[in-house]
């Protein structure tokens, strides 16, 4: 198989993507560059996306140890949301309120930011801005709902940002089974992420951006990335590498890489339309614990993932992880379960990968001025159209601009690391196995389970 096959392989939004994925040219010698960057996922090339824009004079070089939109960033379940890992709570007792609410609105700003910037500049990612409808179907998460309405009404988010649904109403949005009301956010797009992670490499590349593929980075040092073929000396280097972030020396409990696993529907007929709606493509979810969430595509299918697979011990990343046909089997009953019309689906792709969690559930970007090293990541299960707002937020730091959003809390904040193994391996996939025992309690008992605050507290989320 070519290696440009194997790529096309890894999700069905790469098996979909136009044009060709043969790998470019890697690094062959040693290079100067004023940037260099690590990662060519979303928040390498929208570092280098804005840092063009703002001095086109810039040399800006990515290294990328396969090709672009091999990570997270080309096989996510295609929110593009406003959603941050920190709760408004959290970020409140981090930064204050205003600064919470800084925060939160510059999510909902970035999801308009990546929507204008796609069309200014012709990459059809199948944009469609329907919002979310998250459906409640117990009396737990129904009040789950409840909470989260009036958290952000404290917070003087309204009926424009979130708001409560009947049960009519969210079965109006997606015909569900057991629904009893809902949620529904107008913040969201449902997109092709690898449309856009792949437009975005060619727009980068074309206006003279160097993407160095099938390039792995050995060290990250202040003013110098170091690779098996060549060395980029730069006064700025960027760490971009979310998931994969624990593979770098010195970096082993920075970030956690929990896997995501996804499955795809064949193209859904009319008939069966009919009676799931979602016909102005809203991203959908419910309100168990542990996450799950879909989207109709533009080609009239179910995009459906969630989380369920274990975290590998020392944090590893591996190939062989981003399968599970457990996982697979399990987010299929799953999906039949909210649409029970899908009883005969059949589902023509499996995916996965690994998110990256910061021990703190935040997530972070910043900029360390004496050393040079930049970095933006840790944005868990909400990355698609953060990392946006990271891009912006390197480039201005990088380029010296006091901005709205370079004084936003997430900006420099340093998470703890992670605890050393085997207390990390016990502790997250205790974690997520609560998380879906929490699910089965709730749904027996209809109570809300203990269980479940106890992780939460754990993750200090
Ligand atoms: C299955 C799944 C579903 C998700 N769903 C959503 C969603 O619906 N909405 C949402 O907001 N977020 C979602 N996310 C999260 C989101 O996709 C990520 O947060 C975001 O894409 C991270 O972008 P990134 O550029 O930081 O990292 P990545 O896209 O992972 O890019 C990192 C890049 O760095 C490269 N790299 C790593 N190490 C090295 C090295 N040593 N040398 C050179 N290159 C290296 C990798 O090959 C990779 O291309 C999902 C993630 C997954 C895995």
Redesign the pocket.
């Known amino acids: 198989m070519s290696q440009a096959d194997a790529y096309r392989q890894l999700s069905f939004w790469h098996d979909t993507v136009p044009g060709a994925l043969d790998p470019g040219p890697g690094l062959t010698d040693d290079v100067e560059a004023d940037v260099a960057i ?8 929208w570092t280098a996306y804005y840092l063009n824009r703002a001095d086109p004079e810039l040399s800006i070089a990515i ?19 406003a ?1 941050f890992p920190a709760s408004l709570g959290k970020l409140e007792r981090m930064a204050g309120r205003e600064q919470a609410i800084a925060m939160y609105r510059a999510m909902q700003q970035t999801v308009n930011e990546v929507g204008s910037i796609t069309i200014a500049e012709n990459i059809d990612c199948h944009w469609a801005k329907g919002g979310t409808v998250e459906f409640a179907r117990s009396p737990t998460q129904l009040q789950r709902a409840k909470d989260k309405v009036d958290e952000a009404r404290l917070f003087g988010f309204d009926e424009t940002d979130l708001r409560l649904l009947s049960a009519e109403q969210a079965r109006d949005l997606g015909g569900a089974s057991q629904v009893l009301g809902g949620v529904y956010t107008p913040h969201c797009a449902a997109i092709h ?1 690898a449309r856009l ?1 792949r437009g975005l490499a060619g727009l980068v590349a074309d206006r003279g951006v160097q993407v160095f593929e099938q ?4 060290r990250i040092e202040p003013g110098q990335l170091i ?1 098996a073929t060549g060395t980029v000396k730069a006064r700025y280097v960027i760490r ?6 624990p ?2 020396p010195g970096q082993e409990r920075a970030i956690a890489p929990v ?4 499955i795809a529907t064949a193209p859904l007929p009319d008939r069966v339309w009919d009676q799931i709606g979602l016909e102005t493509r809203p ?1 959908f979810n419910d309100l168990r614990h542990l996450i799950i ?1 879909g ?1 109709r595509t533009a080609d009239g299918r179910l995009v459906f ?1 969630g989380r369920g697979a274990p975290y590998h011990y020392g944090s590893a990343v591996k190939p062989t992880f981003d399968r599970v046909p457990e996982v697979f089997a399990a987010h299929r009953r799953r999906l039949i379960d909210l649409f029970p019309v899908l009883s005969d689906v059949a589902i023509t792709h499996t ?6 969690i910061a021990r703190d559930w935040c997530a972070s970007v910043g900029l360390d001025a004496a050393t040079g090293i930049g970095w ?2 840790g ?9 946006n707002l ?1 891009g912006r937020t390197l480039a201005d730091l990088i380029t010296g601009k006091d901005t709205a959003i370079t004084t936003l809390p997430w900006v420099g904040h340093r998470s703890p690391r992670w605890e050393p193994e085997p207390l990390r391996w016990v502790g997250i996939n205790t974690g997520l196995q609560a998380m879906t025992r929490a699910d089965h309690t709730e749904a027996r008992t209809g109570r809300q389970s203990r269980l479940a605050s106890a992780f939460d507290r754990f993750l200090g989320g």
Request: charged fraction near 10%; proline fraction near 4%.
């Open positions: 690590v990662g060519a996922g979303l928040t390498g090339l290294c990328e140890r396969e090709i672009a939109g091999f990570g997270a960033s080309g096989r996510n379940g295609g929110w593009c949301s959603l992420p992670a390039t792995p980075v050995l690779t971009a590498t979310e998931g994969y972030t593979q770098l896997y995501s696993l996804v991203t969430y989207q993932g995916w996965g990968g690994p998110v990256g933006a990541g944005y868990v299960g909400d990355g698609l159209s953060t990392t990271a």
